[in-house]
């Protein structure tokens, strides 16, 4: 009997205790995640040559920086990369601020009908705004905004996944007696956004950058419709690099790792707290 | 900041001072309060009814008419797109490819998604490396994977076909065959985002009490025994979530076709439209043969199935109209 006991506390004990296997299997994951960006800067870095040879090679050449000069020679990339900058600094900026003001008012501020609102948005959250595309491009055009970058900024100032979760974030880290403190000492509302709820939900505010930030300069179908080639974003620009009649892999591939480098750099610094994000949204959504 | 009326007066509400008369500040105050939570919020309901709302009722419009792009007059046919639309063959073709290609993607995704969950969840050292590893894809652009991986299915050149080779099988013409290019874009859709949904799937895991587990154990089940009663039943709504937002997701489908076709630059989702998807088509109905009315009706039919599977998973669940986020504070 003794003996089924400690093996009982024994397994309990390691309930949740890795294999070996468990480090395998994910280290050939990551190797899976990781291998696309490789290859693409291993073609980058080469020449077409290397793709009809019968074994490919598999250290990187040294042809890198000859073919990106070449992305910057075929479409305007650095005006593209500015754009994409632009567009995407603007979208994150509005959206943490209008996304934390709404976040504000629908967690701590009593207004009428604000519930009936707040479900108003959960519910928009499942409308595809993808489908909007024709109306939208027709209004832009009369607006004569098609092929500025007005036009993919505006519809992107605010969405309903930032209100969502800066309200909830908000609910928990920002508490009535803090406010009301404020009120006391004669703040206005807009100071007591800035100066005591601005500060206690920053953490979640960073969070919803990193991803609006990440979304906003992935962002292709809207960017394509609406821009032209002569003024376009980076995931635009990438797309024309590809569709001429021939395609030069090398050249290509060159751009889709620069234009891969910048978010790779910024998701490896900001890893850990993206996956927080991921799974914190996860469990709270 | 005033310090002065840092004790409000017993009995009133904060905020609120009893000062004999109103004075201009406190009914400034009064204003404040009442009107600014409408300014806070406005942003959002603007920005929809510009991007959200008034596009869907717009689209309806365009739909019931001839409307060529640059075109100041266009005709009213009611609804004359959609039977058309019902009885073009190349629409019924998108919308069985995009089907085809959802399953593929998606069902290997969840229960990849699920394995690698539970993977994450056993006390790794490192933890949060693998887990930002397994995210990586997340980060990639759809164009660079789209451009990335059209080169690695590759039909003469590509290194997947070079590898089927390297071990006595025979290469796939990836983007020639139906099957093939459904396959090879469900891989380029799971590429991206089984991280992501594994990371979705480990926090609800973790939510789940670790005595239910023990007493599991205690009672002798085994390891599938344990994820089949204990971690399966308690996942459900995690799940049902990630079904929900994967739907969505593959039902608009645009970008991996686009960039997949063997002609760089072309709507038609291969020769015989072999992996045309609906936003696709309905993209080339709209920009390239600009019928802008046709293109419409296509939109409002996707729309229409999106809302139906979305209701259908709402019915079966019930689960959205009891999140924490609509209950009343």
């Known amino acids: 009997m003794t003996t089924i006991h400690s093996g009982l506390r024994k397994s309990v004990a390691t309930l949740g205790k890795p294999r070996k296997a468990t480090y395998w299997v994910l280290a050939i994951f990551v190797l899976g995640s990781l291998f696309p960006f490789y290859w693409s800067f291993l073609v980058a870095s080469r020449d077409n040559g290397m793709l009809t040879e019968p074994v490919p090679p598999i250290l990187p050449g040294g042809n890198f920086f000859a073919n990106a000069s070449r992305v910057f020679d075929t479409v305007p990339f650095w005006k593209a990369l500015a754009n994409s900058v632009i567009v995407s600094g603007t979208v994150t900026l509005t959206t943490v601020l209008f996304s934390s003001l709404a976040g504000f008012a629908?967690?701590?501020?009593?207004?009428?009908?604000?519930?009936?609102?707040?479900?108003?948005?959960?519910?928009?959250?499942?409308?595809?705004?993808?489908?909007?595309?024709?109306?939208?491009?027709?209004?832009?055009?009369?607006?004569g905004w098609a092929g500025g970058l007005q036009s993919v900024i505006v519809p992107n100032l605010v969405t309903a996944f930032g209100v969502f979760w800066m309200r909830q974030y908000t609910v928990d880290a920002l508490?009535?007696?803090?406010?009301?403190?404020?009120?006391?000492?004669?703040?206005?509302?807009?100071?007591?956004?800035?100066?005591?709820?601005?500060?206690?939900?920053?953490?979640?505010?960073?969070?919803?950058?990193?991803?609006?930030?990440?979304?906003?300069?992935?962002?292709?179908?809207?960017?394509?419709?609406?821009?032209?080639?002569?003024?376009?974003?980076?995931?635009?620009?990438?797309?024309k690099l590809q569709s001429g009649y021939y395609v030069d892999y090398s050249l290509v591939l060159a751009g889709t790792t620069l234009a891969t480098i910048p978010i790779l750099i910024v998701f490896?610094?900001?890893?850990?707290?993206?996956?927080?994000?991921?799974?914190?949204?996860?469990?709270?959504? | 900041m005033t310090v002065i009326d840092k004790i409000a007066p017993e009995g009133s509400k904060a905020g609120e001072r009893t000062s004999p008369r109103p004075t201009f500040r406190h009914k400034l105050s009064r204003w404040d309060v009442k009107v600014?939570?409408?300014?806070?919020?406005?942003?959002?309901?603007?920005?929809?009814?510009?991007?959200?709302?008034?596009?869907?009722?717009?689209?309806?419009?365009?739909?019931?008419?001839?409307?060529?792009?640059?075109?100041?007059?266009?005709?009213?046919?009611?609804?004359?797109?959609?039977?058309e639309l019902f009885a073009d063959s190349q629409?019924?073709?998108?919308?069985?490819?995009?089907?085809?290609?959802?399953?593929?993607?998606?069902?290997?995704?969840?229960?990849i998604a699920m394995l690698l969950a539970a993977l994450l969840g056993s006390r790794l050292r490192g933890a949060t490396g693998w887990r930002v590893g397994i995210l990586l894809p997340y980060a990639a652009s759809l164009v660079s994977i789209g451009i990335i991986f059209a080169n690695l299915f590759g039909p003469k050149y590509g290194l997947i076909n070079d590898v089927l080779q390297l071990i006595g099988l025979d290469p796939v013409d990836w983007q020639a065959s139906r099957f093939g290019s459904h396959v090879a874009i469900a891989i380029m859709v799971n590429w991206r985002w089984t991280g992501y949904n594994a990371l979705i799937v480990l926090a609800a895991m973790q939510a789940i009490p670790k005595e239910l587990h023990e007493a599991a154990l205690i009672d002798g089940a085994?390891?599938?025994?344990?994820?089949?009663?204990?971690?399966?039943?308690?996942l459900k709504p995690t799940l049902i979530f990630v079904t929900i937002t994967s739907t969505i997701g593959g039902l608009q489908i645009f970008t991996e076709p686009k960039l997949f076709d063997a002609m760089p630059g072309s709507n038609n989702g291969g020769s015989s439209n072999q992996f045309q998807t609906v936003t696709l088509y309905l993209y080339q109905s709209a920009f390239e043969n600009y019928n802008l009315g046709y293109a419409s009706a296509i939109a409002w039919v996707l729309f229409v199935i999106i809302v139906i599977i979305a209701l259908v998973n709402f019915l079966l669940t019930g689960r959205l109209a009891r999140t924490p986020a609509v209950k009343k504070k």
């Open chain 1, 106 to 143: 629908f967690a701590k501020l009593r207004f009428r009908g604000k519930n009936g609102l707040f479900v108003f948005i959960v519910v928009t959250l499942a409308v595809p705004t993808q489908l909007g595309i024709i109306p939208l491009f027709i209004a832009m055009s009369k607006l």
């Open chain 2, 222 to 234: 085994g390891m599938w025994r344990r994820f089949t009663a204990v971690t399966l039943p308690l």
């Open chain 1, 175 to 239: 508490p009535y007696e803090l406010i009301e403190a404020a009120r006391v000492d004669g703040c206005s509302m807009i100071r007591i956004f800035w100066n005591v709820c601005l500060p206690a939900v920053r953490p979640a505010a960073a969070i919803l950058a990193m991803f609006t930030f990440m979304m906003s300069w992935n962002d292709f179908l809207w960017p394509l419709v609406v821009l032209d080639a002569g003024n376009p974003t980076v995931q635009v620009a990438l797309e």
């Open chain 2, 91 to 111: 629409f019924w073709n998108a919308l069985t490819n995009t089907i085809s290609i959802f399953l593929l993607s998606s069902i290997p995704q969840l229960i």
């Open chain 1, 268 to 285: 490896l610094l900001l890893g850990r707290q993206i996956v927080a994000g991921i799974m914190q949204g996860a469990v709270k959504g």
């Open chain 2, 36 to 83: 600014s939570p409408y300014l806070y919020i406005a942003p959002f309901f603007i920005v929809f009814g510009i991007v959200g709302l008034f596009p869907l009722l717009y689209t309806a419009y365009v739909s019931l008419f001839k409307w060529e792009a640059g075109d100041d007059n266009p005709v009213f046919i009611g609804f004359d797109n959609f039977k």
